[in-house]
């Protein structure tokens, strides 16, 4: 046990390098890049502190190049959900009692191992296999995850500084033990910081893990166990499995010992998954902890004195950026008729001007989706959009799957505010808007607010306060993180915590100590210093 009350390091935000023409980041990636697409590697599961091969395996090919192998990885047996289960349970007992200063300097060396030695390679496992281009690989697999594991170990300590009174009488201490039995982490493709996060936030608190990443992320996250494995994290607490989703979660969600769910994804998976928890509840050994993220269908506002240039730009990054591929991007707007020609110039020039391809080029700010079905999906809603009557795409909208997964930013305008592109979830770089009469501004938050079944993300812009004040009380509900005068993305662990409501999860704050205190189960202890004798009360007496 520790022999002292410890200060951790201080938690700072990971600086976001520039990559600029001339800097040694730029050769760094670059030549990471090139070694990296032009190798194959052989990705395998990871066990107990093994690592386990199959011979069932998949190939892995970049988003922008699918013709073009990169490796493969290992594809999963019943038995080695099991074995990562079993294995999991009988590394707890060592790691729950573990001493939290110990676990705190595991992950804490991870970010500086991410922010330095595998700074270039992680970065360019995220360019290669999810189509980043080197700054959203950047702020995302380099800095914002090097952020949470920083600010993570921080917020643990403020939680275990968290006690009850004491008195004379008696001394309390609360306890902030792991779940009992192990925890299941499911991460998604878009964020390589959220697939290394959602385990190591729960590993950190004391638990075990299985962690099953999203198909067409587990490139990076080899990148993500090698530094771990490099930490120090010990066998048994993160084991890594690959394959079949069904066959894996069911298997997960059957043992008595499963006690919590980490997830970030589609809505439709979170509430089956939700549905399979309860479904199984009386075979648990404990209540399991529910922790979900999922859609968005996120919207700026543009009020009349917000200024044009601001609002296009606000769509033009909130709309494209990572193709649209984020769950806080912007999907749908909704701007004010007197200000509408001047924004659409800007943004027509903007969206022509970016170039799209392979984020090997550095000059380019689009690269391609993440796979086919997400191709064949986007492509239908655009082909839809160019043959209805009531609406008009003004700019981008061709597509081509030819050597990459191309999908042009594309911006359609609609007369119907409940057009289908308004309302539904598409995840891609695709934006639809409608504009508003200039006196309808608060008929317009109405819409806003009962148009989506999501509540993520949202902006309003404005110059007018009295219009930020109506438009943030009535879209109170509608987003979880809420933006003025900005886009609806980038936020950053450690000042603004990120989740949201209604269908898009259980607003549980990633990045803050809300999330950590899900992974744990407080003890109340009680110690009494002088102990009665009598069971009589004063009030007995005669």
């Given at each position: 046990m520790g022999?002292?009350?410890?200060?951790?390091?201080?938690?700072?935000?990971?600086?976001?390098?520039s990559y600029a023409p001339g800097s040694p980041e730029r050769a760094a990636v670059l030549d990471a890049y090139k070694t990296m697409f032009n190798s194959k590697i052989d990705v395998p599961m990871y066990i107990n502190?093994?690592?386990?091969?199959?011979?069932?395996?998949?190939?892995?090919?970049?988003?922008?190049?699918?013709?073009?192998?990169v490796g493969t990885h290992a594809i999963a047996e019943k038995k080695h959900i099991d074995q990562a289960i079993s294995t999991a349970l009988e590394a707890r007992t060592a790691w729950a009692d573990t001493p939290w200063e110990h676990r705190a300097g595991i992950f804490l060396?991870?970010?500086?191992?991410i922010a330095g030695p595998y700074r270039a390679k992680i970065n360019a496992a995220t360019m290669i296999a999810q189509s980043k281009t080197v700054h959203q690989a950047e702020i995302d697999a380099a800095c914002e995850l090097i952020d949470f594991l920083r600010f993570n170990v921080q917020y643990m300590t403020e939680i275990y500084h968290d006690q009850p009174e004491s008195t004379s009488d008696a001394w309390n201490r609360l306890e902030?033990?792991?779940?009992?039995g192990f925890v299941y982490a499911v991460t998604p493709f878009n964020f390589t910081a959220i697939a290394g996060n959602l385990p190591a936030c729960m590993a950190l608190m004391g638990n075990v893990v299985?962690?099953?990443?999203?198909?067409?992320?587990?490139?990076?996250?080899?990148v993500i166990m090698d530094v771990f494995k490099e930490a120090g994290v010990p066998a048994g607490v993160i084991n890594v499995v690959f394959g079949d989703p069904?066959?894996?979660?069911?298997?997960?969600?059957?043992?008595?010992?499963?006690?919590?769910?980490?997830?970030?994804?589609?809505?439709?998976?979170f509430k089956e998954l939700w549905k399979q928890i309860g479904n199984n509840i009386h075979n648990y050994k404990t209540y399991p902890k529910i922790v979900g993220e999922t859609g968005g269908k996120d919207f700026i506002v543009a009020h009349k004195t917000a200024h044009p240039k601001q609002v296009a730009t606000a769509i033009v990054r909130g709309a494209f950026e990572f193709q649209g591929q984020k769950c806080s991007a912007a999907s749908r707007a909704y701007v004010s008729k007197s200000i509408w020609n001047e924004v659409k110039d800007y943004m027509i020039k903007d969206v022509n001007s970016f170039k799209m391809g392979s984020p090997e080029d550095l000059s380019?700010?689009?690269?391609?989706?993440?796979?086919?079905?997400?191709?064949?999906?986007?492509?239908?809603?655009?082909?839809?959009?160019?043959?209805d009557s009531n609406v008009e795409i003004i700019v981008g909208g061709n597509h081509d799957k030819t050597k990459g997964y191309f999908i042009e930013p594309t911006v359609i305008v609609t007369e119907d505010p409940n057009y289908t592109t308004m309302r539904e979830e598409l995840f891609g770089p695709v934006i639809t808007i409608y504009v508003y009469d200039d006196d309808k501004f608060s008929e317009t938050l109405t819409l806003v607010d009962q148009t989506s079944e999501y509540a993520l993300t949202g902006a309003i812009l404005a110059q007018d306060r009295y219009a930020v004040v109506e438009a943030t009380k009535a879209l109170q509900n509608c987003a979880g993180n809420f933006y003025i005068n900005d886009k609806p993305t980038g936020a950053v662990v450690g000042q603004?915590?990120?989740?949201?409501?209604?269908?898009?999860?259980?607003?549980?704050?990633?990045?803050?100590?809300l999330n950590l205190l899900r992974w744990v189960s407080p003890r109340m202890i009680k110690e009494t210093f002088v102990t009665p004798v009598d069971y009589r009360y004063p009030f007995l007496g005669e």
């Open positions: 022999k002292g009350f410890f200060n951790v390091p201080i938690a700072v935000n990971e600086p976001v390098k502190g093994q690592d386990v091969k199959t011979e069932k395996t998949h190939t892995m090919s970049p988003p922008h190049d699918h013709k073009h192998v060396k991870a970010a500086e191992l902030y033990r792991p779940l009992e299985v962690w099953k990443p999203s198909d067409s992320q587990i490139y990076s996250a080899k069904v066959m894996i979660t069911d298997t997960v969600l059957a043992s008595p010992d499963f006690s919590g769910l980490h997830f970030t994804g589609s809505t439709y998976v380019n700010f689009i690269t391609a989706v993440i796979h086919e079905g997400s191709f064949d999906k986007l492509a239908k809603y655009i082909d839809q959009a160019k043959a603004q915590p990120f989740g949201g409501a209604r269908a898009s999860g259980t607003n549980d704050k990633a990045g803050s100590a």
